[in-house]
């Protein structure tokens, strides 16, 4: 039978490793950097609430979600567009500003989907290396070429958890040439403290016409299922990515729970008063199993088991016994980082039970 004739995709396609998220199937699920304290009760209850107009199309331009975002964070709303999660905004990015013979430029262990977005449509992914597991300005900066169209920074970096200054991403931002969008991808700007040197990027967007910031809900706000992120850019690139997303992109069940869970501004400090302080405590025990832990201001931590003794060195072992024992965390393979682990900080009752099995697997137990 001779072979049927198929449908061939573009050059570049098939070169693509598809994104594979973290595993679900367990009793703690600490591999997505989902938020530990669940959503707000009234996002909870704006979601109900439109269970029964479910068959009407959202509003298209999610107004009341952008102006509810405008108001919280002090911004123009009509320069926020919002996306089925920040993926969809970065993949709407490299849609809209690169292509074959483009070039995307991104951290050594950035996030993949910068990569993934590149490669889809033709553009050829370029990654600086890395200092100490932070984002190298000058490293960065000597890899833009002529052919530089979008450079990508996750800050805090996802999934490290170092995260550039003000002054630095300003130092980016100033090499650059200003036919370069530089994309300041702040999932996880939340959870910063405040009143310190971090920087979402906000400063540069409002200074600058090829900067954009985009921001998730899937975090902080714990509402990854529903997938809703948001942009903030110049009126010109909200302009481009409004004509290049789809007209219904974000659901009217997820713009309820949006607007709700801005609203909710007690349950927000709640939740990063908890992951600071039960990210300190989890540090402070790895540390004393003798583990390096990274810095990381996110709600995750990077655990290296490089240097402990034989048999106890492999990050793929300890997931695999924490797995067993239904514990779920994220391996680092695909980030080019095989000695580590990404650790979601869960609930209190989590963490201990994390430390009493790592415990177990440096004991040899």
């Known amino acids: 039978m001779s072979t049927p004739i198929a449908p061939v995709p573009r050059p570049g396609i098939m070169d693509i490793a598809p994104y594979i998220g973290g595993e679900a199937a367990g009793t703690i699920r600490l591999a997505s950097n989902e938020g530990a304290l669940g959503p707000s009760p009234k996002a909870m209850e704006a979601y109900t609430r439109v269970a029964g107009s479910i068959h009407r199309y959202p509003d298209g331009g999610s107004t009341e979600l952008r102006e509810a975002l405008a108001k919280r964070f002090n911004l123009d709303a009509g320069r926020i567009v919002c996306g089925a999660g920040s993926d969809e905004l970065i993949g709407l990015l490299v849609r809209a500003y690169a292509g074959v013979g483009d070039e995307v430029l991104y951290s050594q262990h950035g996030f993949l989907m910068y990569p993934i977005a590149a490669k889809s449509v033709g553009a050829t992914p370029v990654a600086a290396p890395e200092t100490d597991l932070k984002t190298d300005v000058d490293a960065m900066l000597a890899r833009v070429t002529p052919r530089t169209k979008i450079v990508f920074v996750a800050n805090p970096n996802n999934p490290t958890g170092s995260h550039l ?20 991808d702040a999932a996880y700007a939340e959870f910063a403290p405040p009143g310190g040197d971090y920087s979402s990027g906000v400063e540069l967007v409002e200074k600058h016409a090829n900067v954009v910031m985009t921001r998730t809900f899937s975090k902080i706000f714990a509402l990854g ?29 997820a713009q309820a ?109």
């Open 165 to 184: 200054t003000g002054e630095e991403l300003a130092r980016l931002h100033a090499g650059l040439p200003p036919t370069a969008l530089l994309v300041i």
């Open 257 to 365: 729970a949006g607007v709700a869970a801005l609203e909710d501004g007690e349950f927000l400090e709640r939740a990063r008063a908890h992951n600071e302080g039960c990210r300190t405590w989890f540090v402070g025990e790895l540390k004393a199993l003798g583990l390096t832990v990274h810095p990381s201001i996110a709600n995750f931590v990077l655990v290296s088991f490089q240097g402990q003794k034989p048999g106890k060195d492999d990050a793929e072992a300890a997931r695999q016994f924490l797995k067993d024992r239904s514990i779920l965390v994220r391996q680092m393979n695909a980030y080019g980082l095989p000695d580590c682990l990404r650790i979601t900080i869960g609930t209190d009752e989590e963490m201990r039970a994390v430390v009493d099995a790592l415990k177990g697997f440096l004991a040899g137990g």
């Open 225 to 253: 299922s529903l997938r809703l992120g948001w942009s903030y850019s110049s009126a010109p690139v909200a302009d481009v990515l409004n004509r290049v997303r789809g007209p219904f992109n974000v659901s009217g069940a």
